[in-house]
């Protein structure tokens, strides 16, 4: 079990390796994600330099208790918001990154694609499924920020827990959306895809929560979308027996 999310985990490497022999895709996928990090490190930073007075806000009810007590709780609340913070940010950070990044990563993934061998390609779902599915990220992240915010009102581990269930949430939604434009190229609809993906959900959560730790690391989104856009187009290959094979070859004589 174990073995399958680290396999999964993996190519995320192997999308570094596709990319560096084609450093312009790299470079090309980085553009929306670099625009979209600049507001969003905006907002960040407003966020921290408000926490006093937001954790105030958050907890009025303390402002009679003794400082141990209040101050406890407030610090607490200020590390819950902050994780909180950042966990909605990767998530908006990737939602909107890959709604009006498409263009983009429609040449990172093709020509992930072209370096792994020929197959025959179809159309991705197109711009429109694109803004459904990066809004519907969004919402997961909202939704896991807003668990991650109650928890601080239990200190000290109660963030650390959310944290990890975040990444977990975040990751499995993450890996769907990544692998989804190569499958659709392939044919698979939404339902199709879904069954596809579930002897397979351990090697796919893998890539997935890989992906979405590194997107935690600051300026991490920017530089990794690329490589894992380009490590998904890979992990469908080799979930493809067909393809597999033809990839294997190709980049064998590479």
């Not at 190519?11 to 600049?38: D, E, K, N, S, T």
């Amino acid at each position: 079990m174990v073995r399958d999310y680290l396999d999964g985990a993996a190519f995320l490497g192997r999308g570094w390796q596709l990319l560096r022999r084609r450093p312009g895709l790299f470079v090309l996928g980085m553009v929306p994600a670099f625009l979209v990090w600049l507001v969003l490190a905006g907002l960040f930073v407003l966020l921290v330099l408000n926490l006093g007075g937001v954790t105030a806000w958050l907890t009025p009810f303390a402002d009679g208790w003794p400082d141990p007590l209040r101050d406890l709780l407030r610090w607490g609340l200020a590390i819950a918001v902050v994780v909180a913070a950042v966990l909605l940010w990767t998530a908006t950070f990737t939602g909107i990154t890959l709604t009006v990044g498409d263009p983009f990563y429609e040449r990172v993934w093709r020509g992930a694609e072209d370096l792994l061998g020929p197959v025959e390609l179809g159309d991705g779902f197109g711009f429109w499924e694109s803004v459904r599915d990066g809004l519907k990220l969004m919402l997961v992240g909202l939704g896991i920020a807003l668990l991650v915010l109650a928890s601080g009102f239990v200190p000290v581990v109660g963030p650390v827990l959310a944290l990890a269930l975040g990444v977990a949430l975040s990751g499995r939604m993450l890996a769907r959306d990544l692998v989804e434009n190569p499958l659709a190229a392939r044919g698979f609809d939404k339902a199709a895809q879904a069954r596809f993906l579930e002897p397979h959900r351990r090697r796919v959560h893998g890539f997935g929560m890989v992906c979405q730790a590194c997107f935690l690391v600051p300026f991490g989104g920017v530089v990794m979308m690329p490589a894992a856009i380009a490590g998904a187009t890979a992990l469908v290959r080799d979930l493809l027996p067909d393809e597999r094979a033809q990839a294997f070859v190709k980049q064998s004589r590479a």
